[in-house]
């Protein structure tokens, strides 16, 4: 990723096509679940909430003409189908409401089963395009109601999670960056001509 806001997730190009910066200025992101910063940089709650609110039409959007089985495909067996990464995007909400209301009641936060492992076993690859359309859209939507009753002092409330001092907007940046990369990620996997 690049300043400009460009996400890339293959090889770092010679230059970026979208604001011209050298291969050299681009910078590499671990999952949001790594244990180093998020290298996407603090967003601000707006564009937590914007970036939140539109991942799920905008997926819609890039799957509108996809078919069925081709989403329901694993490119390899060690990586995930579109619809499979459907699911762990909005099955990360849960953690992600569940972080927020740890740092603001002061309480303890644990996780069992790891985020990305979440959506394993759901069968989220077996529902149709539409359910899951359907699903992500009211996941979101409790989610954005719970952000929606935050104050916006509670966005600076701190404390210790994750192995560091997070605040509520660390906590809140992930997942929105979180949904871009796997948006980008959708939208390849979605218009890639399907495998033989």
Same mark, same amino acid.
């Not at 996400?7 to 050299?24: Q, T, Y």
């Not at 409790?142 to 509670?154: D, G, V």
């Not at 992930?174 to 001509?193: C, E, K, V, Y």
């Given at each position: 990723?690049?300043?400009?806001?460009n996400?890339?997730?293959?090889?770092?190009?010679?230059?970026?096509? *979208?604001?011209?910066?050298?291969?050299?200025e @681009? $910078?590499?992101?671990? /999952? +949001?679940y790594?244990?180093? %910063?998020?290298? &996407?940089?603090q967003?601000?709650?707006?564009?937590?909430?914007?970036?939140?609110?539109?991942?799920?039409?905008?997926?819609?959007?890039?799957?509108?003409?996809?078919d069925?089985?081709?989403?329901s495909?694993?490119?390899?067996?060690?990586?995930?189908? *579109?619809k499979?990464?459907?699911?762990?995007? @909005? $099955?990360?909400?849960? /953690? +992600?409401?569940?972080?927020? %209301?740890a740092? &603001?009641d002061?309480?303890?936060?644990?996780?069992?089963?790891?985020?990305?492992k979440?959506?394993?076993?759901?069968?989220?690859?077996?529902?149709?395009?539409?359910?899951?359309?359907v699903?992500?859209?009211?996941?979101r939507?409790?989610?954005?109601?719970?952000?929606?009753?935050?104050?916006?002092?509670?966005?600076?409330v701190?404390? +210790?999670?994750?192995?560091?001092?997070?605040?509520?907007?660390?906590?809140?940046?992930?997942?929105?960056?979180?949904?871009?990369?796997?948006?980008?990620?959708?939208?390849?996997?979605?218009?890639?001509?399907?495998r033989?």
């Open positions: 990723m690049v300043r400009c806001g996400l890339l997730e293959e090889n770092k190009p010679d230059v970026c096509d *979208v604001c011209g910066a050298i291969s050299v @681009f $910078e590499v992101f671990g /999952p +949001f790594a244990a180093d %910063d998020e290298h &996407l940089g967003l601000s709650p707006d564009r937590i909430l914007a970036i939140l609110t539109q991942t799920p039409d905008e997926i819609e959007e890039a799957l509108a003409g996809g069925e089985a081709r989403l495909q694993k490119p390899s067996p060690e990586e995930w189908s *579109v499979e990464i459907m699911g762990h995007i @909005f $099955e990360t909400d849960d /953690p +992600f409401v569940r972080r927020i %209301d740092l &603001l002061k309480s303890a936060y644990s996780q069992p089963v790891p985020p990305w979440t959506h394993e076993g759901k069968g989220y690859e077996s529902m149709s395009k539409q359910e899951l359309f699903w992500m859209h009211s996941v939507t409790k989610t954005l109601e719970r952000i929606a009753q935050m104050a916006p002092q509670n966005w600076v701190s404390g +210790f999670m994750l192995g560091g001092s997070r605040t509520v907007l660390d906590i809140g940046t992930w997942p929105a960056n979180h949904d871009r990369g796997h948006l980008t990620q959708i939208r390849r996997m979605g218009s890639a001509p399907q033989d």
